[in-house]
């Protein structure tokens, strides 16, 4: 009895979190479409990701003028 109680609760878990993430969705099906967002300025934000990047690299493999020794 306690098995089988035990898989019910379980299918019910995994149908309740299922139809949690199913719901949102749902909710926007009949929403009618709205005018795109302005462009974004993601370029700004690739170049300075590459350029911290290099930045970070050249710091990462230059040598100390100093070291333990001094």
Sequence with gaps: ???RLAHVTGR???ASLLLTVALPVLAQVE???LESAP???TWKAL???IFFGIAI???CFMSPKRT???
């Design 1 to 3: 009895m306690l098995k």
């Design 12 to 14: 019910l878990a995994l």
């Design 31 to 33: 929403d009618v479409a």
């Design 39 to 41: 462009e974004a300025g």
């Design 47 to 49: 170049a300075l990701a």
């Design 57 to 59: 690299g050249i710091g």
């Design 68 to 70: 333990h020794q001094d």
